[in-house]
């Protein structure tokens, strides 16, 4: 079972940026896609962005594209997410995720089986 830890999240004002962090362990990690899913207050969790085991590809939510940007380095375990043009909206605690099974094309929130504690990012308008 693999284990996943975020940070980077914060407190910033409509229009900054913030990059977001996961350090997986307990897994092959270079053989899954991963992901970010966010919960906002009173909704249900949503997909935000996957990228594939070897980053060749990535999908994004709609209401994120062109915003943000999914990474990752797996010599270091790590993806990344790179929140620019941040609206109130996004305001959400963010999830990083992964699927059960390896070389798996994932683009829904349904599609992960394994997150982390979640970090808060609140923006402010």
């Known amino acids: 079972q693999v284990q996943l830890v975020e940070s980077g999240g914060g407190l910033v004002q409509a229009g900054g940026s913030l990059r977001l962090s996961c350090a997986a362990s307990?897994?092959?990690?270079?053989?899954?896609?991963m992901g970010w899913l966010r919960q906002a207050p009173g909704k249900e969790r949503e997909f935000v962005a996957s990228?594939?085991?070897?980053?060749?590809?990535?999908y994004y939510a709609d209401s994120v594209k062109g915003r943000f940007t999914i990474s990752r380095d797996n010599a270091k375990n790590s993806v990344y997410l790179q929140m620019n043009s941040l609206k109130p909206e996004d305001t959400a605690v963010y999830y990083c995720?992964?699927?059960?099974?390896?070389?798996?094309?994932?683009?829904?929130?349904?599609?992960?089986?394994?997150w982390g504690q979640g970090t808060q990012v609140t923006v402010s308008s």
């Open positions: 990228i594939t085991w070897a980053g060749s590809m990535t």
């Open positions: 995720a992964a699927p059960s099974r390896p070389f798996a094309f994932v683009s829904t929130e349904k599609g992960f089986d394994s």
């Open positions: 307990g897994g092959t990690f270079s053989s899954y896609t």
